[in-house]
């Protein structure tokens, strides 16, 4: 955890060791439980980029075997891999790239508003405030 810079959208004004020391702890943990979520959404993109990306390698590689196929003598293969294979999406007619973007749309926006918004509602925008008072109690503790 590193510490915030004043300048930082999220700053609590009075500085980092009473961030989140007005909010209850039922309101911290909820905030926390909403951001964990945003955060695991987050992820579930990363794994759908990569998944975007392996994707599209693996029909870059299917396109080669389609010309080594057909090099070879083989027509009705290469023919199976660019009438069948290739063009087909990976959910029914999406390719992985609309997969990605319906995500990036549809839960993920709407998951990151939805954080942005209980934000505002409940700490005034402030971000990680279960963090904030983990850390300010680790601190503490330190000084004792």
């Known amino acids: 955890m590193g510490s915030d810079s004043d300048d930082a959208p999220d700053a609590d004004p009075a500085g980092p060791d009473s961030a989140g020391s007005d909010l209850s702890d039922a309101e911290v943990e909820a905030l926390h439980e909403v951001e964990l979520g945003v955060e695991w959404l987050h992820r579930a993109h990363g794994h759908l ?12 590689h299917l396109a080669e075997a389609e010309d080594a196929l057909r090099e070879a003598g083989y027509d009705e293969l290469a023919d199976g891999l660019r009438d069948d294979l290739l063009p087909r999406g990976v959910v029914g007619d999406t390719w992985s790239y609309g997969v990605l973007e319906a995500f990036q749309d549809g839960p993920l926006a709407h ?11 409940v700490a005034d925008g402030r971000r990680h405030v279960a963090e904030r008072r983990q850390e300010r109690e680790w601190k503490a503790r330190s000084r004792e």
């Open 111 to 121: 998951a990151e508003q939805f954080g942005t918004d209980a934000r505002e509602s």
């Open 49 to 60: 980029v990569q998944f975007h990306h392996a994707t599209g390698h693996a029909m870059d």
